[in-house]
T-cell receptor, first 111, second 113 residues
Framework: RKEVEQDPGPFNVPEGATVAFNCTYS??????FFWYRQDCRKEPKLLMS???SGNEDGRFTAQLNRASQYISLLIRDSKLSDSATYLC????????????FGTGTSLTVIP | DGGITQSPKYLFRKEGQNVTLSCEQN?????MYWYRQDPGQGLRLIYY???????QKGDIAEGYSVSREKKESFPLTVTSAQKNPTAFYLC????????????FGEGSWLTVV
């Protein structure tokens, strides 16, 4: 079983739509959770950390469900510039600060 | 500006050649990492280093070697023993070794010709 699993998509949505991605992780001892954005042929860049209480940054909302071992990312009012691959990243002290990456979910926002 | 610099951005290698990818960071981060990314796949850990003069194998270390002689530098050598080296290579770093955000360089594209 993979440490982190994501639906690869692709998700094709119209501008202005709301879209949600989920990610599941296998290690219940995982401590830190992140969403990264990766544009085509570029490096991943931090979009937002995910906190137990959930957190919001503008149009983006991230949530963590420890009981079910999944994290989610909600994008409201999608923009063309949101088109990218979104990576779920999990980190745990028990794993020696190893980071585990999902394969990414591809999003295309259509005019 | 602080950051992670990788070079070269694009590299072509003939079969049987060793190549070295450079990674330099001025973030004063203790831990550094090398990942490989293939199309449609997640990042896979090659090597990581928590401290100068120490490094550990990741999940796919065979055919690769690293050194950590300076805190800011963590070069990766792709040897001829690596049978399928064509990939996107990412260097990364974290401030410490617990619950930190990971930061990436811009990556190096290696193609075997």
């Amino acid at each position: 079983r993979k440490e982190v699993e994501q639906d690869p998509g692709p998700f094709n949505v119209p501008e202005g739509a709301t879209v949600a991605f989920n990610c599941t992780y296998s290690n219940s001892a995982s401590q830190s959770f992140f969403w990264y954005r990766q544009d085509c042929r570029k490096e991943p860049k931090l979009l937002m950390s995910v906190y137990s209480s959930g957190n919001e940054d503008g149009r983006f909302t991230a949530q963590l469900n420890r009981a079910s071992q999944y994290i989610s990312l909600l994008i409201r009012d999608s923009k063309l510039s949101d088109s990218a691959t979104y990576l779920c990243v999990v980190n745990g002290e028990a794993s020696g600060n190893q980071f585990y990456f999902g394969t990414g979910t591809s999003l295309t926002v259509i005019p | 500006d602080g950051g992670i610099t990788q070079s070269p951005k694009y590299l072509f290698r003939k079969e049987g050649q060793n190549v070295t990818l450079s990674c330099e960071q001025n973030l004063n981060h203790d831990a550094m990492y090398w990942y490989r990314q293939d199309p449609g796949q997640g990042l896979r850990l090659i090597y990581y280093s928590q401290i100068v003069n120490d490094f550990q194998k990741g999940d796919i270390a065979e055919g690769y070697s690293v050194s950590r002689e300076k805190k800011e530098s963590f070069p990766l050598t792709v040897t001829s023993a690596q049978k399928n080296p064509t990939a996107f290579y990412l260097c990364a770093s974290t401030p410490g070794f617990s619950g930190n955000t990971i930061y990436f360089g811009e990556g190096s594209w290696l193609t075997v010709v």
